[in-house]
Each structure stands twice: as C-alpha cells, then as structure tokens.
C-alpha cells in the first residue's frame, strides 16, 4: 500500500436489508458503529435501522439530486483520513441507487473501496423465481412510457439470458400488459413482490395468463416488485428462413403488429415463431434506418 493510500480513509459501501431488518450482517453492523460518517439516501428512512442496533454516528445525505457536489464534499473528508460508509434506502449501494460519481471518484484519487455484501433485491427475487439464474441481465428500471417501454421490450424478445429489472407500484400492471403483448405468449414470467416483509409473495404464469392473475388481488399491485423474463430460447444452428416465409412475413408487417406477423407467418410457413420474431424486429430496424 503507497503512503498517499494510508492517509486517506476508507470508503465502505455497505449493504443494508431490503426490508426484514434482521438481514444485516454483523460486520456490515460492526463498521457502521466505527466509521467517521455515513452517507445515506435517505437519512430519515435509515434512522430506524440504524437506531436498532445503536448506530450513532453522523449521518450525511447523498442521493440523485446532489450526488454530484456530495460526491466532492466526501472525497475531502476521505483524504483528510475520515472513514465513510455509503448506504442506500434498501440493498446493496449503486444497484439502481445513488453512488456511482462517489466511488468513480474514490478510485480514481486513489482511496481504498471495500464492499460489505449483504441483501440485493435482483439477486434475493431471482434465486427464488424458478428461472435459471446461471445468465441473466439486469436492467434497472423499465421506461415509464407505454411506446418506450413496448419498444424496449421488443428489444430484449430475443434475449436468451433470464430478463430482471425492477418496476413501480403504479405501473405494474401496464408493465405486466406490455409483457403480454410483446412477448410470445408461453414465455415464463415471475413478478416478486414486497421480498423479506410481511407480504411477500411471487406470481409465476406464462405471459399471456400473467395479466389476469395480476388482475385478481388489489394487494398485487401494491409494494415493490423485481419482474424476471424467461430468456428467449437459444437458436438452432441452422434458422435460415426460406425466400416464402420472408415474403410472407413482409407482407404481415404491413398490417400487423411484430408479434402478430410472427404468429400468423409461423402458421402459415411452419417456420419457428422466434426466427420469424427476430427477423421481422431486423425488417422494423432496417426501415427505421431508412426514414
């Protein structure tokens, strides 16, 4: 370690439970009770975890509205030699939470980042949807907008790795519409909701039925949720598309949707409903390109 290192504090980034306040670990306990400072999201949300297990230390806010100037402010305190752990409201800090300028910064004056791992909301839903978790993408939160997030998920349609982001209580349902639209309509989708509190619970069901059993309890709509996608099914080696299915498939897009054209080219041609999907999402870009 270079003496410019030693003088500097350390920056902790700690992982904090995504709600049972029991899952916390005990060093993650352990260096909040020593360090000089805590940067937290959300002062006031953290008071009542911190006030459990008798963490009395400063508390500094930095979330996405100052992130960028409270990032300076900490890297002074670190090369003074403070110690600083950064929390987030709920999980493990940066996964879709403030801190990135913090820590981008840290490394780069040289300031030594240490993680103490704990809870995370992508990882605690996925390990027990039922999906394979061996690949996966995670995507952060969906576009609010109905067009932007349909676009979106025609992106991802022919994604092969297991699909997770997380969404809000008062676009869930719309999310979980869209879904159905988009995607073929036996694809696996798990939606976990209010994960380690009282509530919780995972609705499983193909795309096309996942709207109904959304539909069926008000408490589904209400919380916060992680909605995992079954990732598209791999290519065979050999998914050339014949000159007819591709005639077929043009003539289609002018009148349907990509998933209808998809479907109806595979009943007319026999082709496979995911080589027809890919090729018809290449066609829409391709004239998207042109215009």
């Given at each position: 370690m270079q003496a410019s290192e030693r003088m500097n504090g350390v920056l902790y980034l700690v992982a904090t439970?995504?709600?049972?306040?029991?899952?916390?670990?005990?060093?993650?306990v352990e260096i909040l009770k020593s360090v000089d400072l805590i940067a937290a999201e959300d002062t006031r949300h953290s008071r009542p975890l911190l006030d459990r297990y008798?963490?009395?230390?400063?508390?500094?806010?930095?979330?996405?509205?100052?992130?960028q100037q409270a990032s300076d402010r900490l890297i002074d305190r670190l090369k003074a030699g403070q110690c600083i752990?950064?929390?987030?409201?709920?999980?493990?800090?940066?996964?879709?939470?403030?801190?990135?300028?913090?820590?981008?910064?840290?490394?780069?004056?040289?300031?030594?980042?240490?993680?103490v791992p704990g809870a995370c909301a992508l990882v605690t839903a996925l390990s027990a949807s039922g999906l394979s978790a061996a690949r996966f993408?995670?995507?952060?939160?969906?576009?609010?907008?109905?067009?932007?997030?349909?676009?979106w998920?025609?992106?991802?349609?022919?994604?092969?790795?297991?699909?997770?982001?997380?969404?809000?209580?008062?676009?869930?349902?719309?999310?979980?519409?869209?879904?159905a639209t988009v995607f073929p309509e036996d694809r696996g989708v798990v939606v976990a909701r209010e994960l380690?509190?009282?509530?919780?619970?995972?609705?499983?069901?193909?795309?096309?039925?996942?709207?109904?059993?959304m539909d069926r309890a008000p408490e589904n709509s209400k919380g916060e949720f992680v909605v995992m996608i079954e990732g598209a099914k791999?290519?065979?080696?050999?998914?050339?598309l014949s000159p007819e299915a591709l005639r077929v498939l043009k003539l289609l897009l002018e009148e349907c949707s990509?998933?209808?054209?998809?479907?109806?080219?595979?009943?007319?041609?026999?082709?496979?409903?995911?080589?027809?999907?890919?090729?018809?999402?290449?066609?829409?870009?391709?004239?998207?390109?042109?215009?």
């Open positions: 439970p995504i709600g049972n306040l029991g899952d916390i670990s005990l060093r993650a008798g963490i009395d230390r400063p508390l500094f806010a930095l979330h996405e509205h100052n992130e752990a950064l929390i987030s409201d709920a999980g493990t800090p940066l996964i879709n939470d403030p801190g990135f300028p913090l820590v981008s910064r840290a490394r780069a004056a040289g300031i030594i980042v240490t993680p993408v995670f995507e952060g939160f969906a576009p609010r907008t109905g067009a932007a997030r349909r676009r998920f025609e992106s991802l349609v022919a994604e092969e790795r297991t699909l997770v982001f997380y969404e809000a209580s008062h676009r869930i349902r719309d999310c979980i519409a869209d879904i380690t509190k009282l509530h919780e619970n995972f609705v499983c069901a193909p795309a096309a039925d996942m709207p109904a059993l791999p290519e065979p080696a050999q998914t050339g990509l998933k209808s054209a998809a479907g109806l080219a595979a009943r007319i041609t026999g082709a496979r409903r995911e080589d027809l999907y890919r090729a018809a999402l290449e066609l829409k870009h391709a004239e998207g390109d042109r215009v």
